[in-house]
């Protein structure tokens, strides 16, 4: 019963639903909304969105610094957990996953407002209130918040499958412990270091909700804009001809993160 | 070392979990402002159930998710199944075309589907086209890889010689297939199955680009909701969501451990 064919309604399928949605996108980035021809003014309409671009990946590779900087080490503890603990703590990181993400931005505005939590709080206490909504740190943050746990799951993966022989054989050759971790834990982490930028990276440089709540204006982040114009100004040909450099641009950065690995890892991305 | 470590991972997990909290204690807040906590009362829970829209919601949110999971899991598993046979390039053409909903940015999926829609909506001339299929085809869609990434490496382990025995006894090949191969990889089915069902009943990026306004789910709902000033009833519901969520990923939780002590309980009696 396991044979080839088996496969094929999932392949007609994601034919259908998958690779052509992608070439129906290219057919109306380079036509005309009103005639249907062949047109570059869409692509040539994007110049105008550069700084948005260029802001759209600038705030998303502070993010993904920030969360690789404080996911690892949480990785590491978790995967140096006795396994019954190690469970739990891996459950706890997955449940706000499964939570909706709008409500949790929704929360941090709350905390965050200028007559929040945080401020309410700053201002009983007779100090000043501090502006700490609208602005781009409160982007960096509410990404950081709502993307963390998909950098510590793929991290933890890897260390915890980690042979502990390799450490002990490390320091029993002299290595110290901060030897052993660059010469030894490091280097073997790649793999989930690789996987965890990309898995934080690509919903972060697409993200058009957060910004939209925590940033300094509704435009913030190219997804708010490819949004805006899909969704809200009905030009679905401007907003595909987006779609689209944002798809390549994924596409180039995923391509050079998965350089660093030479393992396919097929099934090392998700897993419960 | 290690204790500078554990005192960092509870601030993160405090990072973590801080804003569901404050969602959880404004549920019981008497006072309508997030902010400030006026006293304790269940009255958000009375008005949740007594929301019809609210709970029609969440039944087309149920709904989707039952039957796209469902959908997904059979079309993968079997799916599943012939990648494993498969060989050399068409191998690994199928498994870049599974990656693709994954590595794809979820507006790039939307709006992709959603041309995609309105392009067939124009040929046949409808103009609503967007709603309960729409939304099911897409939810399909996305759950695919997730199941067949779960499914995939439990076929891997399985030991091939068990489905020959099974032959050997007078089993048909369709008849070991449902007697032994289901059984062996059953643990990546279930967990291929739960994945896909949190993810759609979760989703909301994809969900807003395909649906139209006489198909509404929860999550499509929040977003238009939190344009006006938002309901403290949806805390409550979140409130209620994290409960369900932390019980069944605690039984699931449970089940593996068990699954895992067995498995060593069998090896040291081998």
Not at chain 1, 88 to 115: K, N, Y
Not at chain 2, 7 to 26: G, H, N
């Amino acid at each position: 019963m396991k044979n080839k064919w088996l496969s094929g309604p999932y392949i007609a399928w994601m034919l259908l639903f998958t690779i052509i949605p992608l070439g129906v996108v290219v057919y109306f980035a380079f036509t005309d909304s009103a005639t249907g021809s062949f047109t570059l003014h869409n692509i040539s309409e994007i110049a105008d969105f550069l700084p948005t671009f260029l802001r759209s990946i600038w705030l998303s590779i502070a993010a993904t610094v920030i969360c690789l900087i404080i996911g690892y080490p949480v990785a590491y503890y978790i995967a140096h957990c006795e396994p019954r603990k190690q469970r739990m703590l891996q459950m706890l990181i997955m449940l706000p996953m499964c939570m909706s993400f709008l409500l949790r931005t929704l929360a941090w505005v709350a905390l965050l407002e200028d007559t929040g939590i945080i401020n309410s709080a700053l201002s009983a206490l007779g100090l000043k209130t501090l502006p700490l909504i609208r602005n781009n740190g409160a982007v960096i943050l509410g990404m950081v918040y709502n993307y963390l746990p998909y950098m510590i799951l793929p991290l933890y993966t890897v260390i915890m499958k980690i042979d502990p022989r390799l450490i002990e054989a490390a320091q029993d050759l002299g290595c110290n412990r901060k030897q052993v971790f660059s010469k030894v834990t490091l280097p073997l982490s790649v793999p989930g270091i690789v996987s965890g930028i990309t898995m934080v990276f690509v919903p972060a440089v697409s993200t058009f909700y957060i910004s939209q709540k925590l940033g300094p204006s509704d435009t913030v982040m190219i997804g708010d804009v490819i949004e805006y114009q899909s969704k809200k100004a009905n030009n679905m040909n401007v907003g595909a001809a987006m779609s689209l450099v944002l798809m390549i641009l994924i596409f180039i950065c995923v391509g050079i993160m998965n350089r660093f690995t030479n393992e396919s890892d097929e099934e090392s991305m998700v897993t419960l | 070392m290690k204790k500078t470590n554990r005192i960092f991972t509870i601030i993160i997990f405090i990072f973590l979990y801080i804003p569901m909290i404050i969602l959880a204690v404004a549920s019981f807040n008497k006072g309508t402002d997030i902010a400030v906590f006026k006293g304790f009362t269940f009255r958000q829970y009375e008005n949740l159930f007594k929301d019809r829209t609210l709970l029609t919601l969440l039944r087309n949110s149920l709904i989707i998710a039952v039957l796209s999971s469902l959908i997904a899991t059979v079309l993968g598993t079997a799916a599943a199944l012939g990648i494993y046979k498969m060989r050399g390039r068409m191998r690994s053409a199928v498994m870049a075309v599974t990656n693709i909903p994954m590595t794809n940015p979820e507006i790039v999926t939307g709006i992709s589907m959603a041309l995609l829609f309105a392009f067939i909506g124009s040929m046949l001339r409808m103009n609503a086209i967007l709603g309960f299929w729409t939304l099911l085809i897409a939810h399909v869609t996305f759950n695919l890889p997730y199941v067949i990434l779960n499914v995939m490496p439990k076929i891997a382990q399985m030991d091939e010689n068990l489905v020959d025995a099974a032959m050997d006894l007078g089993c048909s090949p369709i008849q070991a297939f449902f007697k032994v191969t289901i059984h062996e990889i059953m643990p990546g089915i279930i967990s291929g199955a739960l994945m896909a069902f949190t993810m759609s009943l979760d989703d909301f990026v994809i969900s807003y680009f395909v649906t139209g306004s006489n198909f509404v789910t929860l999550p499509v709902e929040i977003y238009n909701y939190t344009k006006k000033p938002i309901q403290p009833k949806i805390y409550a519901l979140f409130t209620l969501m994290f409960i369900v969520i932390l019980i069944m990923m605690s039984i699931s939780n449970i089940l593996q451990g068990r699954d895992k002590n067995k498995k060593l309980l069998r090896r040291t009696n081998r």
